[in-house]
């Protein structure tokens, strides 16, 4: 497996990789054509990458895309599920299926918290939404995100870096 920068080229594959966060339980509670329309889906993709967007992508040993995280910074007028703060960025992260549980998703996020901690001022906090019951919790937990906030059935989580 292979970890590199997120880039404009990647829009498409941040797409599917948004869908399964999205789904992450496996039920299909949003088709891909659902999730390009709906405006506030569209928060975390629209004009990737917009300056100050970071990401990378994780690819198998064929070069092809298994998954990604980026982060991006929202407003309080159009806030992401997972919203802190306007200098705090809201991270989304995917692996596709068939390539979970062999470390990808730890990877991608030690990754990006690298890319937060280069970037001009640096990031000092990244935040996130999980839902009840998602099993990722245990990783970013272990990685030293904690809970700040809770919306329905969802945790707001910070990783102070």
């Known amino acids: 497996m292979r970890i590199r920068p997120a880039g404009a080229p990647d829009s498409g594959l941040l797409l ?5 966060a999205y789904n992450w339980n ?14 506030y889906a569209a928060r975390y993709l629209d004009g990737w990458p917009r ?4 990401g990378v992508v994780a690819e198998d040993d064929d070069g092809e895309p298994v998954g990604a995280a980026w982060a991006r910074t929202l407003t309080a007028d159009a806030p992401g599920h997972g919203f802190v703060a306007p200098d705090v960025p809201e991270l989304t992260i995917g692996v596709l299926p068939g390539h979970r549980g062999r470390g990808t998703g730890r990877a991608l996020l030690e990754a990006l918290v690298r890319a937060a901690a280069a970037r001009p001022g640096p990031v000092a906090r990244l935040s996130l939404s999980v839902e009840d019951g998602n099993p990722a919790v245990r990783l970013y937990v272990s ?8 919306d329905g059935g969802s945790d707001t989580m910070v990783l102070e870096l």
């Not at 599917?16 to 399964?20: K, N, T």
């Not at 496996?26 to 405006?39: H, I, Q, S, V, Y």
């Open 16 to 20: 599917r990789v948004l869908l399964e």
């Open 26 to 39: 496996g039920e299909e509670r949003f088709t891909a054509a659902e999730l390009a329309a709906d405006p």
């Open 51 to 54: 300056p100050g967007d970071f």
């Open 143 to 150: 990685l030293g995100f904690t809970a700040v906030g809770r």
